[in-house]
């Protein structure tokens, strides 16, 4: 129990005082007009309140991989307390700050323009595709999941794919309609939904008879997998995500000022890595430890089984039901700005205008289909990939924050330092899955670390090639 309170403690004061010197390093300017005043359009660049742009950055972001992620790395024990507590301090919100006020400094540019300018036009490229493949997967992921939670709330008479298409249908809505329209609209409701069911669960794992582990690096897994790097690509959105680098974009095209985009960006991984701490504390808890929950996977359908169980079970039928309507609302807010952010990608890619309808679909209705064709894959294999893209593309925007803090003769420590350990962790990890090379640890390793010097290397020459910014804090 101590360890999760002070996890708790560890993540507030990470944001007051690492998120200010975070803001400090990048110098921030409220005086700068930001993208919804220079670049209107009605649709997808329009000014959203504070208040409002912070609980969609939350929604946006939070998917299940803070709550699923979280309940899996449960397995290895405590220990995914400490990756939680330091990934997000240090490299999500740092990922996720960035992603955001480098997208508001350039006119409210994609992922992929970021990455160009910084990093250069081939891995602007590269990164279009494979964001674009990475959102998609999201798409897809955040289908599967709540349509089968909301089926198991109506047995008998609601299947999956009654609900898969309900989804599909409002991710159609919610991916053409101007973003006030659906998303700034319904948002802070399904927010309420949301604390009330972090609130709950949280609350029956502080008074409740299960007792949280105290920190340990024990590997308690209970079929004996390595720590590293599974750790830290199975835990992915409750500590840093790539994913959020693609979201970041859109809040960064609705923001007034950019002295909101601590609270806005690095505030809400912060309350991402909050929700992802209440669920590795209730896998760890609830089921006496890895080998119980290792079998309550496998009994009751994998982590959407243990959500429902440990919901009714703490909080009996009612409140249970309105905790899984909560994690619903997760995936179902970050899957219509997946596919929505497909579509910006796309658009700015083939510098198509999005104000008209048609133009929208155009781009949406292929995307869609290639989502439903996807969506019919098992959805553990989907999972795998989406994870590793995840980090990977977390890496990618690391690496340019860093080249950006370089060129602007900043502190880039910051961005470079967890961008080197997540380039180690993302290729170990494609060297040692069965989904990638399906290597040895023996060789994996030793394979990881030599890529990421070699990547460092290729860093270093790139940045060393560029000229400086002019004006620093200024216009780039």
């Not at 009994?299 to 909080?315: E, F, K």
């Not at 098992?378 to 860093?402: D, E, G, K």
Request: aromatic share 12%.
């Amino acid at each position: 129990m101590v360890t999760f309170i002070l996890s708790f403690l560890a993540l507030i004061i990470g944001y007051v005082v690492y998120g200010r010197f975070v803001e400090k390093v990048f110098c921030v300017d409220e005086k700068r007009a930001t993208p919804c005043q220079t670049n209107a359009d009605g649709v997808d660049f329009m000014p959203i309140s504070e208040k409002k742009s912070m609980l969609i950055q939350l929604l946006n972001i939070a998917g299940l991989g803070p709550i699923f992620g979280p309940i899996m790395g449960a397995l290895w024990g405590p220990v995914a307390f400490l990756w939680i507590v330091l990934g997000s301090i240090f490299a999500g919100a740092v990922h996720d700050y960035f992603s955001g006020m480098l997208s508001i400094r350039n006119n409210g540019a994609g992922l992929p323009k970021i990455v160009e300018k910084y990093l250069g036009s081939f891995m602007g490229k590269f990164v279009n595709a494979f964001a674009l493949l990475l959102l998609v997967l999201v798409g897809v992921v955040f289908v599967a999941g709540p349509a089968g939670l909301l089926a198991a709330l109506t047995p008998g008479w609601m299947t999956v794919g009654v609900w898969t298409a309900i989804i599909f249908v409002y991710y159609i809505m919610a991916t053409l309609l101007p973003i006030d329209k659906i998303i700034g609209r319904f948002y802070p409701v399904f927010g309420a939904i949301l604390l009330i069911m972090a609130v709950g669960i949280g609350g029956g794992l502080i008074f409740g008879s299960h007792p949280i582990p105290e920190l340990t690096f024990a590997n308690m897994h209970p079929k004996g997998l390595p720590l590293w790097p599974l750790v830290f690509i199975t835990i992915a959105c409750g500590a840093i995500s790539g994913f959020h680098a693609t979201q970041s974009p859109m809040m960064a095209r609705c923001m007034s000022n950019e002295k909101n985009g601590r609270q806005v960006f690095y505030g809400m991984m912060i309350a991402e890595g909050a929700i992802a701490l209440v669920w590795a504390a209730a896998g760890m808890s609830f089921f006496d430890g890895s080998a119980g929950l290792q079998n309550a996977l496998a009994t009751l359908g994998g982590p959407a089984g243990v959500v429902r169980h440990v919901s009714i079970s703490m909080l009996g039928a009612v409140g249970g039901t309105l905790a899984i309507l909560g994690v619903v609302v997760l995936p179902i807010t970050s899957g219509d700005t997946a596919f929505r952010g497909a579509r910006l990608l796309v658009a700015d890619f083939l510098g198509m205008q999005q104000g008209p309808i048609f133009n929208r679909l155009k781009i949406s209705v292929p995307l869609f289909v290639i989502g439903y064709l996807i969506s019919t894959i098992n959805f553990n294999f989907i999972w795998r990939y989406f994870s590793w893209a995840n980090q990977t593309t977390a890496m990618i925007m690391l690496w340019a924050a860093a080249a950006f803090l370089y060129q602007e003769k900043r502190l880039h420590w910051i961005a470079s330092i967890p961008a080197t350990f997540m380039t180690a962790v993302s290729m170990t990890y494609i060297l040692q899955a069965p989904e990638g090379f399906g290597l040895s640890t023996a060789i994996s390793y030793p394979g990881g670390l030599a890529i990421t010097v070699l990547i460092v290397i290729a860093f270093v020459r790139h940045i060393t090639k560029q000229k400086p910014a002019v004006t620093a804090g200024k216009q780039i």
